[in-house]
């Protein structure tokens, strides 16, 4: 894919090395010259040094043939007008970083099909690690109510080598909740069949509503 990363701060150029490592055609643009050449020289990137919400810069980009354009300025407003010019353009997909919650509405009626605020994700993420040791990583969904979480089933956990078909029947398992990806021999994660095992000592990925964490993540690491 054609993208374009506006912002090569810390976020922006990471993002966009490891877009590059994936194979896509990435250019980073930035108003500070130094990021600009540090991006290009360390990464390898495609670089313009200049403003993202000067719509020259923009067409110099190719904002016309980008299929996504995300926008990870620290200013709303820039962030905003961005998505506003891309739009115009003809930028498939645009997505920002939203700094104020103030903007979530403004940028839905923009038009703009992510709004990534980075306080949700560090906040649900911290929350769930406070309330719920047991889980390694995890990831607030919409508006917050349901979470996707990874947790380790110990090797001798009562539940170790079943099929996800007989887990998710079992009543201890909570009702809302589902399996999204299970570990499998070599330790990747992959999607779930109804006759996936999951085996001690392997992560599993579940969806479920906050509520719900606690007795889903009890019924997967209890022991024998």
């Given at each position: 894919?054609?993208?374009?990363?506006?912002?090569?701060?810390?976020s922006g150029t990471d993002l966009s090395a490891r877009l590059s490592r994936a194979g896509h055609a990435v250019t980073l643009i930035d108003r500070d010259e130094a990021v600009a050449r540090r991006g290009f020289e360390q990464f390898g990137l495609a670089t313009l040094t200049g403003d993202g919400t000067d719509p020259g810069v923009l067409r110099e980009a190719e904002a016309d043939r980008a299929e996504v354009l995300a926008a990870l300025?620290?200013?709303d407003a820039d962030n905003l007008a961005i998505a506003l010019l891309a739009r115009d353009m003809g930028t498939k997909r645009v997505m920002v970083r939203m700094r104020?919650?103030?903007?979530?509405?403004?940028?839905?009626?923009?038009?703009v099909q992510e709004v990534l605020s980075?306080?949700?994700v560090l906040v649900g993420a911290l929350m769930t690690a406070v309330e719920h040791p047991l889980v390694s990583r995890s990831m607030v969904l919409g508006s917050g109510g349901s979470v996707a979480f990874e947790i380790v089933v110990p090797?001798?956990?009562e539940i170790a080598g079943q099929s996800v078909r007989d887990l998710a029947a079992n009543p201890d398992f909570p009702?809302?909740?589902?399996f999204a990806g299970v570990g499998d021999a070599s330790g990747r994660i992959v999607a779930p069949r109804g006759d996936?095992?999951?085996l001690g000592g392997s992560s599993v990925i579940v969806v479920a509503e906050r509520g719900d964490i606690a007795q889903a993540a009890s019924f997967l690491t209890r022991s024998r």
């Open positions: 894919m054609k993208i374009i990363v506006v912002g090569g701060g810390r300025l620290r200013r104020d919650a103030a903007y979530r509405g403004v940028y839905r009626a923009a038009g980075e306080v949700d090797e001798d956990a009702r809302g909740s589902v996936s095992r999951v």
